[in-house]
């Protein structure tokens, strides 16, 4: 019944489209922006009938964007993961691979761009395009917590040229080999593939390619008395400002950094440490919090009590559990 409703409406706009026309200054009232709950269905309808790949499923971190003019929706686009090899664009690049997985969240994949039956006006494609570009570092944060640095999409030149990306700022790196990933294995198609990219950010490549990336671009946190936790790998550190290492990654999990300490998971316990990674509470706890007002909740098997600075730890009733002698690094 949903379906039907969307090949109505759909089929009832194309007719009263046809008599409309696009003035000359209606690039200048077309508006992008992610879709709403309700529109993904409509969405899903309008790219597996207009689109020649179809509606992919969606997996990970994806965007869904609409262009409308005057409230019409005219263009449609996918955001996805990036590819996780593009032997043109690592090199454009020019991280190395132990950087270059860690950093792939700072790529976007435009998979699926549609321009709506009827709506195929000179410079509509690049001006979406544009507009698209513009924002999606902002929405991307919104949505997945972190901004972006590139876009990418890969066009079939036996369709397309790829025109409309170029003359959105979008530059031209090569041909892929002709390979695509079915079940986890990559299989030869003989189809190369037009490689473009899009920098959001002036220093895209510098930062992409930099040893140490800055906290606002790590997959970390915010800021806390100067510093901020970050994951390289799997195991989290601090950076300073300036994005170097004050606290050097070795934990499993961490807290943020309060009154001069902040909790961390040294091999499965919790302990606190000192803004030069020294322990000043040994991790023996099961759980632990940041702290507040001279005392840090910190959980011991099902219990929970609290911690002072000096690691004296109090649980309700009076018990108290006294610290033992502090160390000077990670524990053994």
Excluded at 110 to 131: E, Q, Y
Excluded at 136 to 150: G, K, N
Excluded at 209 to 229: D, K, V
Excluded at 256 to 261: A, K, Q, Y
Aim: charged share 25%; glycine share 8%; with cysteine.
């Amino acid at each position: 019944m949903l379906a039907f409703a969307y090949i109505l409406m759909h089929n009832t706009f194309m007719q009263s489209r046809s008599t409309r026309e696009f003035p000359k200054n209606g690039l200048d009232q077309i508006d992008v922006h992610p879709i709403h709950p309700e529109e993904k269905e409509r969405f899903k309808y309008l790219l597996k009938k207009h689109h020649y790949l179809g509606s992919p499923p969606l997996i990970g971190q994806t965007i869904q964007y609409v262009a409308s003019y005057r409230q019409h929706w005219v263009a449609l686009l996918l955001f996805s993961a990036a590819a996780l090899k593009s032997s043109h664009r690592d090199k454009w690049i020019g991280w190395a691979p132990c950087f270059q997985w860690q950093r792939l969240h700072l790529i976007a994949n435009n998979t699926r761009f549609l321009i709506l039956p009827g709506w195929s006006k000179k410079n509509l494609a690049s001006k979406v395009l544009a507009l698209c570009a513009r924002r999606i570092s902002d929405d991307w944060r919104r949505f997945h917590s972190h901004p972006l640095l590139l876009l990418e999409t890969f066009v079939d030149p036996s369709r397309f040229k790829g025109v409309c990306y170029k003359a959105a700022g979008w530059k031209e790196l090569g041909l892929t080999k002709g390979f695509g990933k079915s079940n986890n294995r990559y299989i030869r198609h003989n189809r190369p593939k037009k490689i473009l990219i899009k920098s959001l950010h002036s220093k895209s490549r510098e930062i992409l390619s930099q040893p140490m990336l800055c906290a606002e671009f790590s997959a970390g946190r915010g800021y806390s008395e100067g510093l901020a936790a970050v994951i390289l790998s799997v195991h989290w550190g601090f950076v300073d400002r300036d994005g170097r290492f004050a606290v050097t990654p070795l934990y499993l999990e961490c807290g943020d950094f309060s009154e001069g300490l902040a909790p961390v998971n040294w091999r499965g316990r919790w302990g606190f440490i000192d803004r030069e990674g020294r322990f000043v509470i040994r991790p023996r706890f099961d759980g632990a919090r940041s702290f507040r007002n001279g005392r840090a909740e910190v959980r011991y098997g099902d219990k929970w009590g609290e911690v002072d600075n000096a690691g004296q730890v109090y649980f309700t009733g009076g018990e108290i559990m006294l610290q033992t002698t502090p160390s000077d690094g990670p524990a053994e």
